[in-house]
């Protein structure tokens, strides 16, 4: 028997068995309830039960336009354009494990944590903050996140 006729046999078995699992399916997740992707890029992308979610600053979905109000308005913008996704894949705000944030000017990092706290129930997920130079459009706040389906 050859190693490909015995994968044929055993992989089939071991499916059915739970002992591996088939490949996921990769699925783009797209809501108007977010902006547009600015770019060549998905809103999220879903695989299984775990959802990876583009950064999203903060746009206005009705305008294209980043809200007028400075950080937290911003802040709120983006996480609700986050919470959109989240919610057309099925996913929750619960469903979160890993935030990524991109802030344009590190001395905001404390407003932004004030608007940021209202959004997670505890245990809330694990979070990296980086300054950066410049963010798209002129944002001064970029969430990025991962979720997983329990």
Request: glycine fraction near 8%.
């Amino acid at each position: 028997m050859t190693r490909g006729e015995f994968l044929g046999i055993v992989a089939p078995v071991l499916l059915l068995a739970g002992c591996v699992s088939a490949p996921a399916e990769r699925r783009a997740i797209a809501t108007n309830r977010a902006p547009a992707a600015i770019a060549s890029y998905s809103q999220a992308i879903q695989v299984g039960r775990t959802l990876y979610l583009s950064g999203q600053v903060g746009l206005d979905p009705a305008t294209g336009q980043l809200v007028a109000g400075g950080i937290q308005a911003e802040a709120r913008r983006a996480l609700d354009n986050c919470r959109a996704v989240l919610e057309a894949a099925g996913f929750t705000l619960a469903d979160v494990v890993q935030v990524q944030v991109f802030l344009a000017d590190v001395g905001e990092y404390a407003a932004f944590n004030e608007v940021y706290a209202t959004y997670f129930p505890p245990p809330a997920p694990a979070r990296a903050a980086v300054a950066v130079a410049a963010l798209p459009r002129g944002a001064r706040v970029e969430v990025l996140m991962t979720a997983v389906r329990r």
